[in-house]
């Protein structure tokens, strides 16, 4: 079975750091680019980083930008997303996704349950 | 930034209705548009990609269509399972942005 499994989330303070896992499995993970997409409590979706197949190449969201890190270990078949300076705009329930089959990478096939990140104090 | 925008919010039918959606894009994106299935509580679920395309394991009664601007999501005979929130995206540009949503509910 296809399947994603995030991990890492929890409570912080802001201005605190957060490091997200997300495990894959039942298919080549080093095969496809890789995301994290976020939803703030009971707000839409907002794609907030990218990585390619090797990790060469990486895209974020502006306001995630200088604060976020996405990496991937194709050995562990895993994802993760370091979040440092974390602000309460970044509290939501973050998605692991898998892109789609070239060339539409940049679609979302397969989705993790979620992890919730809250920054509070 | 291209600016997706979703009609309607919130969208009321019965068991067995046509339902149609439209997202708009605030520039050209081609063909370049997927479709997302989302329940409470779960992770959204992937319908339609390249505007048109239905994603393998997808009921026939989910069609997309459209280009450039202006695109819709059609469900040609409403069932009980999908009663859900419906999000377009965009993925021309690398910020791969979503529309607000559409929720559909039961009337």
């Known amino acids: 079975e296809v399947q994603l499994v995030e991990s890492g989330g929890g409570l912080v303070h802001p201005g605190g750091s957060l490091r997200l896992s997300c495990a894959g499995s039942g298919f080549s993970f080093g095969s496809y680019w890789m995301n994290w997409v976020r939803q703030a409590p009971g707000k839409g979706l907002e794609w907030a980083a990218n990585i390619n197949q090797d990790g060469s190449e990486k895209y974020y969201m502006d306001s995630v930008k200088g604060r976020f890190t996405i990496s991937r270990d194709n050995v562990k078949k895993s994802l993760y997303l370091e979040m440092n300076n974390l602000r309460g705009e970044d509290t939501a329930v973050y998605y692991c996704?898998?892109?789609?089959?070239?060339?539409?990478?940049?679609?979302?096939?397969?989705w993790g349950q979620g992890t919730m990140v809250t920054v509070s104090s | 930034d291209i600016q997706m925008t979703q009609s309607p919010s919130t969208l009321s039918a019965f068991v067995g209705d046509r339902v149609t959606i439209t997202c708009r894009a605030s520039?050209?994106?081609?063909?370049?548009l997927a479709w997302y299935q989302q329940k409470p509580g779960k992770a959204p679920k992937l319908l339609i990609y390249?505007?048109?395309s239905l994603e393998s394991g997808v009921p026939s009664r989910f069609s997309g269509s459209g280009s450039g601007t202006e695109f819709t999501l059609t469900i040609s005979s409403l069932q009980p399972d999908d009663f859900a929130t419906y999000y377009c995206?965009?993925?021309?540009?690398?910020?791969?942005?979503f529309g607000q949503g559409t929720k559909v509910e039961i009337k």
């Open positions: 995206q965009q993925y021309k540009n690398y910020s791969r942005t």
């Open positions: 520039q050209n994106i081609d063909s370049w």
């Open positions: 996704a898998r892109g789609h089959t070239s060339p539409w990478d940049h679609v979302f096939d397969i």
């Open positions: 390249k505007a048109s």
